[in-house]
């Protein structure tokens, strides 16, 4: 008698599953949900360092002033902003990575790139003379951790059945983003002792308060490197590759010519662009309009709150819907985006609002940006778990009351587009993480304040609104979900 799929073990050519079926329910509480958890929990921690190292310049470059580097304020910017250029670039072409390579080949692969930047800057950072087109191009190369966060969310979403992947794409992504949390929590610490010895290089002075201290700073990058060894080794014998996950970049590509795939690219660069954005872009902006403070105590605590919600944002869309949240999600943003105007300080770039308090008030400022964190978390969630079922979806409708073999083809190529349209969208959002900061020092630069830049972040969010209620919310939206 021929075996069906739920009566039979997953089929295993190696690392390879040549037999993946997590749809099929008896399938997947035998052996199915082991082996999707056991990938998720090895990616999770190589996602954690990608955005680790995606966003150490968030905080290695407000200490160069003070370790005798002659770099303008504009420059510093550009530096921070330089990372999520390259990354959402390269997010482009990792997108379409796993179903090519295969998931647990390139997940090894990429991971271990990271050492490249990790390295350069952590002897760059040594020689205050080093020219600043070098730390322009080890930012870029910081790159490698941001592409990443595609292929790893393409790869995770083949392991899960259509009602978990919320869930489990909030859990890769949320416990990811937290990389960016910890380096900006950690560099301030680890510079300050000299953990790696004769190995880790001398020490250097850096000038705070007018006083001397001596300070590691190889060590914000060289403290990632002995991890990124590790993650890239248990990713190579610890993860799978899924046979049924092969395409060609020609049957991903097909989701070029769908309008939903555009669409929710627009809605992911308000969520996780925002997230990326504004994590690159906080430590800076803290210093440029409350100098008294210092922006490292603070900055880290923002990007914890948007990690730590989007596993809730991606639970709460599998169970209400990731439209209706995502709705709600951006009408937030944009109240929160003037929150934050009304605490700025007043100052004369005629784009300020007339009222609230005329000096600023940071810890109102702070707070407000706390709220935006945790709604970019959140819209992080929701939109990913928009986009593996509007795909699924599409293709189920193409083939409703046909036989089982044309619903099992529609569900393979749903699965498959939707990996890829959610590793694209993923690839265009990261592109906030570039305008976001480059916005602020474009708009300080040309009005003296940052107001014109959050302004065009209010406008923003409120189109998110409109595209969100007319295809995905509103009485006879054309895609609801």
């Known amino acids: 008698m021929t075996s069906t799929p739920s009566s039979r073990p997953a089929g295993h050519q190696g690392r390879m599953l040549t037999l993946w079926t997590p749809e099929d329910k008896a399938f997947w509480e035998r052996e199915g949900e082991a082996i999707a958890k056991l990938n998720l929990w090895i990616s999770v921690p190589a996602l954690f360092l990608a955005f680790a190292v995606w966003q150490v310049w968030s905080v290695v470059a407000v200490n160069l002033p ?8 504009n420059q510093l910017f550009w530096l921070a902003a330089a990372p999520a250029l390259s990354g959402a670039t390269l997010r482009i072409f990792y997108s379409f990575m796993v179903p090519i390579v295969g998931g647990r080949r390139w997940t090894a692969l990429s991971t271990a790139s990271l050492l490249i930047p990790m390295l350069g800057i952590g002897f760059a950072i040594q020689d205050p003379t080093t020219s600043y087109p070098t730390m322009l191009i080890l930012a870029l190369l910081c790159g490698f951790g941001g592409g990443n966060f595609s292929s790893s969310m393409s790869n995770i979403s083949f392991f899960f059945p259509k009602e978990r992947k919320g869930s489990a794409l909030g859990v890769n992504a949320g416990l990811g983003n937290l990389g960016v949390s910890v380096v900006q929590f950690l560099s301030p610490l680890v510079i300050s002792l000299g953990i790696f010895g004769v190995l880790g290089g001398d020490a250097q002075v850096m000038i705070r308060n007018g006083e001397p201290q001596h300070v590691w700073a190889q060590n914000a990058a060289f403290i990632w490197v002995p991890w990124i060894a590790i993650a890239a080794v248990a990713a190579w014998f610890g993860m799978h590759d899924i046979a049924d996950a092969k395409a060609s970049f020609a049957a991903q590509a ?26 690159a872009g906080f430590p800076l902006l803290m210093k440029a309009l409350f100098p008294g403070i210092n922006p490292l105590a603070y900055a880290w605590m923002g990007p914890l709150v948007g990690a730590l919600s989007r596993p809730f944002g991606g639970w709460l869309a599998d169970k209400i819907g990731g439209g209706v949240v995502t709705f709600w999600n951006f009408a937030v943003m944009a109240l929160a985006v003037l929150g934050v105007l009304y605490f700025l300080p007043k100052g004369a770039t005629g784009y300020a609002l007339p009222f609230g308090p005329q000096e600023g008030s940071f810890m109102g400022f702070f707070l407000m940006f706390l709220v935006l964190f945790c709604t970019t978390g959140v819209g992080n969630g929701s939109t990913f778990r928009m986009i593996p079922v509007i795909f699924l979806t ?23 587009e939707g990996a890829a349209a959610v590793g694209f969208a993923g690839a265009l959002g990261a592109y906030g993480g570039f305008f976001i900061p480059k916005s602020y020092g474009s708009s300080i630069e040309a009005t003296g304040g940052p107001e014109f830049a959050l302004w065009m972040f209010v406008a923003f969010y409120l189109l ?16 609801p979900c």
């Open 66 to 73: 003070a370790l005798g580097f002659k770099y303008s304020t």
């Open 464 to 479: 998110c609104v409109a595209v969100t209620w007319w295809y995905y919310t509103r009485k006879n939206a054309e895609m």
């Open 394 to 416: 599409q293709k189920l409708r193409a083939v409703a009351g046909r036989d089982d073999a044309a619903k099992a083809q529609a569900i393979k190529e749903g699965n498959t």
């Open 254 to 279: 097909t989701i070029f010519r769908n309008k939903h795939n555009w669409l929710m690219c627009v809605l992911y660069l308000g969520t996780f662009g925002s997230f990326i954005g504004f994590a």
